[in-house]
C-alpha cells in the first residue's frame, strides 16, 4: 500500500473517514492503536517507524470498530502528545493532529493522527530497547542487529545528502506531475519538501534527483540498470562468450524501471502454456511477477553510494540472475531469506515508489517472490551475497518439492556451483558460500545422501578430492 491510501481514507467526509481507516490495510507505513494504549506503547511503534521509513499511527481505532478517543482519560492526549519527547531517546521527529469522525456508537468523535518521519538516527526507548517497523510487524531487535542498524543507518545518509550543481529546474516536470496527481498533491515542488527530497532552501537531495531528474546520470553515472541475455546457460569468456544483447538504461528510476520491464519481457525465453486468458500463448520461464518484483527491489534498496557499479539484470536460457551493489542492510542468513530483519536503506526512495505503486512494502515483495515461484512449481528465488553486492537467482527449473524438503536450506546453491564449476572441493565451496565448513559438510552429506552429487577421492584426507553432481 503506502501512505496515500491513509491520506485518502483522512480526507473521506467525516461520516465515512474511520471505516475507511478501518478498511486500510496494516503494512509497512500504517497502523491503528486502541484509545486504550499507553503512552510507553505509543512510542515503541514510533521508534519502530523512525528506525525504518516513517508512517501514520492513528488512535481510536481497534479491533475493526471506530472507538474515538472521546472516552479516553483526559490526560491521555497529552501523555500521547508528549510520548516522543518523554519515551525515546533521542526524540523521534512526529507531529499530531486531530481528526473528526464518527465512532461505532453513531456519535461525533475524534481521532489522533501521528506522523512519524524516517529518521537518520537511531531511536530506543528509556529501557534502551531499540524496535524496527518490518511489513507489519514491530520487531524488538537483537544487540547485534541494534549494531547492523546503526552501521546502516550511516550508509542510509547518502540519498539524502545535497547534490551540489543541481536545481529544480533539471528536474523532469512531467514526471514530477505525474508523482504529484498519483498522491493527489497539488503542487509538486512542496511534495517534494514533505518527502524530504529537498531542503528547507529548496536544495535538491540525491534521492530526488535520482527519483525526477531528467538526467541524473551527470551526477551518478552508474545509477542504471543494464540488461543482458545470454546464449545457453554460461556466459563464456573470451572467444567463448555467450553474449547475444546488452542495453543500458539510464534516466530516473522510474523510467529505468518502464523500460528495464520492456527489454526484459523481449527477451526473455518462453514456452507454449496456459495462460491467464484461458488461452494458450507464449509464457516466460520466470514468472513476471517475481523478476519484475526483484528488478524493483535492486532499484530500491541498492546502495547509491557505491559509485562504481550499476544494477545487472542476466538473463540465461535457464535463469535470470539480479546483482545489485551493496550488501544487505541489517543481519543477512541469505539461507532463509523470508526471515531477514532488515530495512530500506533508502527509505525516501522507497515511500516514492510505493506511492508510483513499484514493488511492495519491505518483506512482502521477497514474499511474494517465493510464492510467484512456488505456484510455477520452480525453484525457491536465491540470494548471494558478495563482499559488495546482493546476487539473486530465480530459476526455471522444475523442482521436486518433496526432495527440496528433506534438504538443508543453501543446498540447491550448493549444488549450482558443482554445476558451474564441473568439479569443486569442500574448502572452495566453503570458501564460495562465505558459509562455515561445518555446514557445507552438512549440506554436501545430505546432497549425497540424496543421489544428486558423489564425492570422488582416494581417501577421507585425499587433497585433491572434489564434489560433482550424480550424473557427470
Known amino acids: 500500500m503506502s501512505t496515500v491510501v491513509v491520506e485518502q481514507a483522512l480526507a473521506q467526509p467525516v461520516s465515512d473517514r474511520g471505516r475507511a481507516l478501518l478498511q486500510a490495510r496494516e503494512d509497512q507505513w500504517f497502523e491503528r492503536k486502541s484509545a ?23 488512535v481510536g481505532l481497534w479491533n475493526g470498530t471506530v472507538e474515538g478517543i472521546g472516552g479516553a482519560a483526559p490526560k491521555s492526549l497529552s501523555a500521547w502528545q508528549q510520548a516522543a519527547l518523554d519515551f525515546t531517546t533521542p526524540a523521534v521527529p512526529c507531529r499530531s493532529r486531530l481528526v473528526d469522525c464518527i465512532d461505532d456508537a453513531g456519535v461525533a468523535n475524534r481521532l489522533v493522527v501521528f506522523d512519524v518521519e524516517t529518521s537518520q538516527q537511531v531511536h530506543a526507548n528509556r529501557r534502551d530497547e531499540v524496535y524496527l517497523r518490518v511489513g507489519d510487524e514491530t520487531r524488538r531487535l537483537t544487540f547485534a542487529q541494534r549494531q547492523e542498524l546503526l552501521y546502516d543507518k550511516g550508509q542510509s545518509t547518502y540519498e539524502s545528502t545535497l547534490v551540489r550543481d543541481s536545481e529544480p529546474a533539471d528536474l523532469d516536470d512531467a514526471l514530477l506531475a505525474s508523482y504529484a496527481a498519483a498522491v493527489n498533491h497539488p503542487d509538486p515542488l512542496r511534495l517534494l519538501s514533505a518527502r524530504g527530497l529537498t531542503d528547507r532552501a529548496g536544495r535538491l537531495t540525491a534521492a530526488a534527483v535520482l527519483l525526477f531528474a531528467q538526467e541524473p546520470q551527470r551526477w551518478f553515472p552508474e545509477a542504471g540498470v543494464r540488461v543482458l541475455r545470454y546464449r545457453g546457460t554460461e556466459r563464456g569468456t573470451g572467444a567463448r562468450q555467450q553474449l547475444l544483447h546488452d542495453r543500458r538504461i539510464g534516466g530516473p528510476i522510474p523510467q529505468q524501471l518502464a523500460v528495464a520491464r520492456a527489454e526484459i519481457l523481449e527477451h526473455l525465453p518462453t514456452r507454449r502454456a496456459l495462460g491467464r486468458s484461458g488461452k494458450f500463448e507464449k509464457v516466460g520461464l520466470v514468472p513476471e511477477d517475481a523478476w519484475l518484483e526483484a528488478v524493483v527491489n535492486a ?29 544487505f542492510p541489517g543481519i543477512a542468513d541469505t539461507s532463509d531469506p523470508l526471515h531477514i530483519t532488515r530495512f530500506a536503506r533508502n527509505p525516501r526512495i522507497a515511500r516514492v515508489c510505493a506511492d508510483l505503486s513499484f514493488g511492495q512494502e519491505l518483506g512482502e515483495g521477497v514474499r511474494r517472490m517465493f510464492e510467484e515461484m512456488r505456484l510455477a512449481g520452480l525453484a525457491d528465488p536465491e540470494y548471494v551475497q558478495t563482499a559488495g553486492s546482493v546476487r539473486l537467482t530465480l530459476s526455471s527449473t522444475p523442482v521436486d518439492r518433496e526432495l527440496e524438503s528433506r534438504l538443508p536450506p543453501g543446498s540447491r546453491g550448493v549444488v549450482r556451483m ?22 557445507v559438510i552438512r549440506q554436501l552429506a545430505a546432497l549425497r545422501d540424496a543421489g544428486v552429487i558423489r564425492w570422488v577421492g582416494n581417501s577421507p584426507k585425499d587433497p585433491r578430492a572434489y564434489w560433482t553432481l550424480h550424473s557427470e
Open 299 to 327: 532499484a530500491v534498496h541498492r546502495s547509491y553510494s557505491i559509485s562504481g557499479d550499476h544494477i545487472r539484470v542476466e538473463i540465461f536460457d535457464d535463469r535470470i540472475e539480479v546483482e545489485s551493489p551493496g550488501r
Open 418 to 439: 558443482i554445476r558451474e564449476a564441473g568439479r569443486i572441493s569442500t574448502g572452495e565451496l566453503a570458501e564460495a558460500t562465505g558459509r562455515s565448513r561445518p555446514v
Open 36 to 58: 486504550r494504549v499507553t503512552a510507553r506503547d505509543l512510542a515503541d511503534a514510533m521508534i519502530a517507524f523512525a528506525n525504518a521509513e516513517g508512517g501514520i499511527i492513528v
